[in-house]
């Protein structure tokens, strides 16, 4: 049996999940969960990896089908609920989906694609009869297909086992000391590693509670905080900064009420992009906590985290998880000493098997010794990674030098008239890449002289932006990412 339900065994009557429907427990959900398997299999004796997609609201029905694919013997391919009719189709198609389960206010968008493609949706059932038999499930077999942002090309079909889901969840149980009294709220996608596994996943496989809010809601949330029931909450940077804002138009009774109940809390965690030291301070001063900072991608889940217990120093994302290994590697894919750049690579049980159907692109992103290439650049200070960019979207190369995009905007951040910035490299005759970078200022105008004078007494003249763009917000993604890409065209169509 998948360790994951196996364990939910034994917290039969704990709550295992709130949303705004009500509370359920582990038994209610494994009792759901075998039903809606039943049902997916129809009479067959396993799925057999089949592709099951389901596009489904956060919350019991959410958990309930994903672990419904899981004990059918199928594998998981969460579509998500923001999705425009051509990127489901993309995915219907690249992942070869054989059935689909969506609720009912996403079937007028579903089922024209269903026509088109001939996937059915399947229909609810009764309640079953007979004796549920399940398949029994390896370890090694396929578990859930999770697509990338794109941001390099057409999103590829990420492919996990249930022993790479396994080993991502429990890295994070064992060095976050998750605990059954533990009760966290999920805000976030789940078509994303980030609320898949380090929130919903870590907290069922310890027998924890995860409740559930559908629909971002700033006042909603501190309404929860309130509470006083919930002890964890993980998030984007993005998210915080808008918290923040919130929190910063209450009165001053209401912030204090809100302080109060986030000084209670276990652990606050950040992750998905960089956060800016200026948010990590603000929300210290708020709620009392340093947010943890981790790092981790679709293909391994998370492989580096600042400690639960220790220093966690702002600007860095911590040191490897338990079991799994990371280094850092030059060009030439030799190990580079500490104190000097290099690209992270990651080896361990919690790296994914495959690219789906793209076995070029797979081999592409692993070393001849397995090693997965996940093309962002770190350097490691005193014991602690530290993030410098992404190779192809955050280090800029211009004049000989190699920039990062990501040192720049955090020195952006603390000018006062700055709100938010995005920094990228556009081509260039000249220098190879310009520095430019797109601006979200908090005044109706923006002096560029004072703000050149400003950064020459930060940063050398090679790291200075030769170009801005002033923008009402940054392009984002689902996660709260700033899409470069898309930060790119603008200075190109301008």
Partial sequence: MIALIKRAQDFSTRIAVKDPQGAYTYGELLEASELLADQLLNGKSSLEEARIGFMVRPGFSYVKTQWAIWRAGGIAVPICVSYPAPSILYVLEDGQVSQLIAEEEFLPLLRPLSEQTGIPILGEKGQVGSPVTLPEVPPSGRAMILYTSGTTGKPKGVVSTHAAIQAQITALVDAWQWQAEDHILNILPLHHVHGIINVMSCAL??????????????????????????????????????????????????????????????????????????????????????????????????????????????????????????????????????????????????????????????????????????????????????????????????????????????????????????????????????????????????????????????????????????????????????????????????
């Avoid at 924890?208 to 919930?230: M, N, T």
């Avoid at 900072?293 to 580096?304: F, N, Q, S």
């Avoid at 952006?412 to 008239?417: E, F, G, N, S, T």
């Fill in 205 to 494: 496989w310890s027998g924890a509670c995860c409740e559930f809010l559908p629909k971002f809601q700033e006042e909603k949330i501190f309404d929860a905080f309130s509470r006083g029931e919930i002890n964890l909450f993980m998030a984007v940077p993005t998210i915080y900064y808008k918290l923040i804002a919130y929190w910063e138009s209450r009165t001053e009774k209401e912030r204090k009420e809100v302080s109060t109940s986030l000084q209670t809390f276990r652990l606050m965690v950040s992750g998905s992009a960089a956060l800016p030291i200026s948010t990590l301070e603000k929300w210290k001063e708020i709620s009392g906590h340093t947010l943890l900072e981790r790092y981790g991608m679709t293909e391994m889940g998370m492989a580096i985290s600042n400690p639960y217990e220790g220093e966690r120093r702002p600007g860095h994302i911590g040191q490897a998880l338990p079991g799994i290994t990371v280094r850092l590697v030059n060009e030439e894919n030799q190990e580079v000493k500490e104190g000097l750049s290099g690209e992270i690579q990651v080896k361990g049980l919690n790296v994914f098997t495959e690219y789906w159907q793209k076995p070029e692109a797979t081999q592409a992103t692993f070393t001849e010794d397995g090693w997965f290439k996940t093309g962002d650049i770190a350097v490691m200070d005193k014991g602690y990674f530290r993030i410098l960019g992404r190779n192809s979207v955050d280090i800029i190369k211009s004049g000989g030098y190699k920039i990062s995009a990501l040192e720049i905007e955090e020195v952006l951040r603390k000018y006062p008239a700055i709100k938010d910035c995005g920094v990228v490299g556009i081509p260039d005759d000249e220098w190879g890449e310009l520095v430019v970078a797109g601006l979200v200022i908090a005044e109706s105008e923006l002096d560029e002289g004072d703000l050149s004078t400003w950064l020459k007494e930060r940063l050398p003249g090679y790291k200075l932006p030769r170009k801005y763009l002033i923008l009402d917000d940054l392009p984002r993604n689902v996660m709260g990412k700033v899409t470069k890409k898309a930060l790119s065209a603008m200075f190109a169509a301008k």
